[in-house]
């Protein structure tokens, strides 16, 4: 990041071919954001639905940062944070509305509380309902077991959106469909980790930032409309391997090889049990049911990418 830090908040969306959700999300920030100094940078990774243009002639202002391909979204951000000038950075994903006050928010918390690292509000869907906003760093026995089952019986060590927090608290992460970071914390901790093409990446730099006792909260005053997955929902079935390379690549990196192996020894076994699952299914419907299809292909290329012992190429990094 630049030394000379001219803004409160140097705000930054990544985008690749969700123009409309991007100009919603553009205009949510000029709608609501007032009392502090911003930049905004847009980061396209090689769109090809006239995104760019789109923001050129509606928000001139904008830095705009213009890729031929998509990069990814840990490399896509870290174009914008090095040219940035806040001495914070606010990351946005392009579904992401938000609302009065909300940055705000943000930004109180962060000033009051010099030793929080990333922060991030509480997700909430249209209708007000709540997303989950945080989660804890992936291990073998969240892994393992059914994660919902582990909020319920142990509620303290696996916090979740059923509880209703009054006041901020300390979390392992925060979901990165928008998270204002410190830029003291960045240049201590560094940027984000481009190994990391979509998903997880916000989970490793919270992680890196844990183990330089950067404190990461989640404060619920902030409120944040998600429409959650859009960009993700593009091209779904390379997106759930994506998720599972970022997985594999956060435990080799974290946990030892060790985890790893035994991890996707674990995972592969439940892929071919659902895929048979879902199988028997969609034959008891005669293959009518869209859903259950669509499982079915998503389970195959699964297995079919574990069999290949998880080549980079098919998921989202491929293209």
Same mark, same amino acid.
């Given at each position: ?42 980061? $396209? ?24 391909? /998509? ?12 040219? &940035? ?6 990351? +946005? /994903? ?12 943000? +930004? ?27 989660? /804890? ?10 994660? &919902?089952?582990?909020? @319920? ?30 830029? !003291? %914390? @960045? !240049? ?6 481009? $190994?990391?093409?979509?998903? *997880? ?10 183990? !330089? ?11 944040? @409309? ?5 960009? %993700? ?17 956060? #435990? ?8 790893? +192996?035994?991890?996707?020894? #674990? ?6 049990? $659902?895929? *048979? ?14 859903? *259950?299809?669509?499982?079915?292909? @998503? ?21």
């Amino acid at each position: 990041m630049k030394a000379a830090l001219d803004h409160d908040l140097s705000v930054i969306i990544v985008n690749w071919n969700t123009r409309e959700l991007l100009l919603n999300c553009i205009e949510s920030i000029y709608r609501t954001v007032r009392g502090l100094t911003f930049e905004i940078f847009v980061v $396209d990774n090689g769109s090809n639905d006239g995104s760019p243009d789109s923001v050129k002639r509606k928000f001139p202002a904008i830095e705009l940062i213009q890729n031929q391909r /998509n990069l990814g979204f840990a490399r896509a951000n870290n174009e914008a944070l090095r040219r &940035s000038r806040g001495r914070y950075g606010l990351l +946005v /994903n392009t579904d992401v509305i938000l609302t009065d006050g909300a940055v705000e928010k943000l +930004v109180e918390f962060m000033e009051g509380n010099p030793t929080v690292g990333v922060a991030g509000g509480q997700l909430i869907n249209i209708d007000g309902s709540k997303q989950n906003s945080f989660d /804890n760093f992936p291990s073998l026995t969240a892994e393992a077991l059914n994660k &919902s089952l582990l909020r @319920i019986v142990f509620p303290k060590r696996y916090p979740s959106k059923r509880v209703n927090y009054g006041t901020p608290v300390d979390v392992d992460s925060v979901i990165g469909a928008c998270m204002i970071v410190r830029s !003291r %914390a @960045i !240049r201590e901790v560094g940027l984000l980790d481009e $190994d990391y093409f979509f998903f *997880l990446e916000e989970t490793d730099w919270c992680y890196r930032m844990r183990r !330089r006792r950067w404190r990461i909260c989640h404060v619920p005053q902030a409120k944040i @409309i998600h429409l959650q997955g859009r960009t %993700a929902n593009l091209v779904r079935d390379r997106a759930k391997i994506e998720y599972y390379r970022s997985l594999y690549l956060f #435990f080799r990196k974290h946990r030892g090889i060790a985890a790893v +192996v035994m991890l996707k020894g #674990f995972l592969f076994l439940r892929f071919c049990v $659902d895929f *048979l699952l879902t199988l028997l299914s969609c034959l008891f419907t005669a293959f009518r049911k869209e859903r *259950l299809k669509r499982k079915l292909g @998503i389970y195959a290329r699964l297995i079919y990418w574990h069999m290949r012992l998880c080549p980079g190429g098919m998921g989202l990094g491929g293209g």
